[in-house]
């Protein structure tokens, strides 16, 4: 007989810097008390934490319907009233016909299109680094980033239009830090998304007019079981969440892990053999070439598993279920989280400690469990661009070593704070220097 709801361990209220360290306060709860517990949050609500490889695998797939996207992302946290109803925020039949929809756009085989386009936006805005002497690698990725998503799956023209839509997410994902109010948040948030809509509408009807084959142009032309269009507003909101989630996710992981290799120098210098061995010192990577980056990639993974970009996965619970010999019920609010099964020791040797090999063989330890390394989800709704965002992180990686000593500035306080997603809070500051040879 299960035990009940109110017999879950309930840890208290959240501590007041639980933001900047989501992964270590919750593994060590895990430690503590198992794979469920409860907490309140700093605004007053209960949430239930299912923490682990077998809690992600239960959340994500073998119960995955009793949980809810659009009661998580889509109203507990805002996603929705802020981006409208994208593919991020939709459950059930309406999800699975919008991902069939998406799902061409996005296999391995498109990454052929898109390589090309992120070596360019790569290539011309790492070429401004140099002369800068120090740039925050944060704000860079950024740029870099957005640029892609924005002409690779938005097909928009790089420029003052694309720049202008950077600066209106980017004031939107501020707003909750930087309102006044709450009337000065929804004014606001009202004022930013009309801008939007002003920019997005016209290409939406460019589009119907003149096909594209970006991923706008392809939504723009599908139609659903009924042989219907989607509308304006549909199409705004799944641009919002693809040029929302392809980037700024991307761009903290990317940051992250140019950050990590120059803090483990004997690692990078594996790297750059690795990155000698494939390629000329100014050859654009090939996907090929990309694929064979093994070093490169399990660096990635750690950065993944270390600073992931997602913290949790928000949902709503919309039928019981039992766990760990609790019974949940239907209507409670669960996070499934990915930053501390990443810190769990039961799974990662030495967790806290920066070691890619343990992704290598004969080690692997992500593969010996399960649902063990969820840094983009995991099972039917894993992440659509994991591989779009795997990509062009590597390429950009392989770009600036290749090209640039990257070395963080000494006396800056590097901080990992969850808003959004887990950016470093106060940016990167790296001094750039010219790479002569491939010399860490
Ligand atoms: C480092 C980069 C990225 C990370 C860490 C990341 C992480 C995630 C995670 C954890 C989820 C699942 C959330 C959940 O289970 O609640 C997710 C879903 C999603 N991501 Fe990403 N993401 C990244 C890049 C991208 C890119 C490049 C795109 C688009 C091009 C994208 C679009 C989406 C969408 C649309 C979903 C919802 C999928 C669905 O529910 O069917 N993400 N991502």
Request: proline fraction near 6%.
């Amino acid at each position: 007989m299960a035990r009940s709801y109110d017999e879950i361990p309930h840890i208290g209220t959240l501590p007041e810097d639980y933001q900047t360290r989501i992964g270590p306060y919750l593994a060590s709860m895990y430690e503590k008390h198992g794979p469920i517990f409860r907490a309140t949050t700093l605004f007053g609500d209960e949430v239930v934490y299912l923490v682990g490889p077998e809690a992600n695998r239960f959340v994500l797939s073998s119960e995955r319907l009793k949980f809810s996207h659009h009661q998580g992302w889509g109203q507990a946290f805002g996603v929705i009233n802020m981006l409208g109803n994208g593919l991020l925020t939709m459950d059930g039949a309406e999800h699975d016909q919008h991902r069939r929809m998406m799902n061409p756009a996005f296999a391995v085989s498109y990454m052929d299109k898109y390589l090309p386009i992120m070596n360019r936006v790569i290539r011309e805005r790492a070429a401004k680094w140099l002369a800068k002497k120090e740039v925050d690698i944060y704000q860079e990725a950024r740029k870099i980033t957005f640029d892609v998503a924005a002409e690779a799956l938005a097909g928009l023209k790089i420029g003052p239009d694309v720049d202008r839509f950077r600066d209106i997410y980017v004031q939107m994902l501020m707003l909750g830090m930087v309102a006044m109010s709450e009337q000065d948040y929804a004014d606001n948030l009202e004022r930013l998304k009309g801008e939007l809509y002003a920019l997005l509408a016209p290409k939406i009807q460019e589009r119907r007019e003149h096909p594209t084959d970006d991923v706008l142009g392809m939504l723009v032309r599908a139609r659903d079981d009924q042989g219907r269009a989607l509308s304006d507003e549909q199409l705004i909101a799944h641009t919002n969440i693809l040029l929302v989630a392809g980037h700024e996710t991307s761009t903290s992981l990317s940051a992250w892990l140019l950050y990590l290799l120059s803090q483990n120098p004997a690692y990078e210098r594996r790297v750059l053999d690795e990155q000698a061995a494939l390629l000329s010192p100014d050859a654009e990577p090939t996907l090929d070439a990309i694929k064979q980056m093994k070093v490169l990639d399990n660096a990635l993974s750690e950065a993944e598993r270390l600073y992931p970009p997602v913290a949790n996965g928000p949902r709503g619970v919309v039928e019981d279920f039992e766990f760990n010999g609790y019974h949940v019920p239907a209507g409670v609010f669960v996070f499934y989280s990915i930053a501390a099964t990443h810190l769990l020791p039961s799974v990662f040797a030495n967790p806290a400690h920066f070691d890619p090999d343990r992704f290598a063989p004969p080690r692997e330890e992500d593969k010996k469990t399960p649902y063990s390394l969820v840094g983009f989800g995991g099972g039917p709704r894993i992440c659509i661009g994991i591989n779009f965002a795997q990509v062009e992180i590597k390429a950009l990686a392989s770009y600036s070593l290749r090209h640039y000593r990257l070395e963080p500035v000494p006396n800056q306080e590097i901080v990992q704070f969850y808003r959004g997603t887990g950016m470093p809070l106060n940016g990167i500051t790296m001094r750039v220097t010219k790479r002569e040879r491939m010399t860490v």
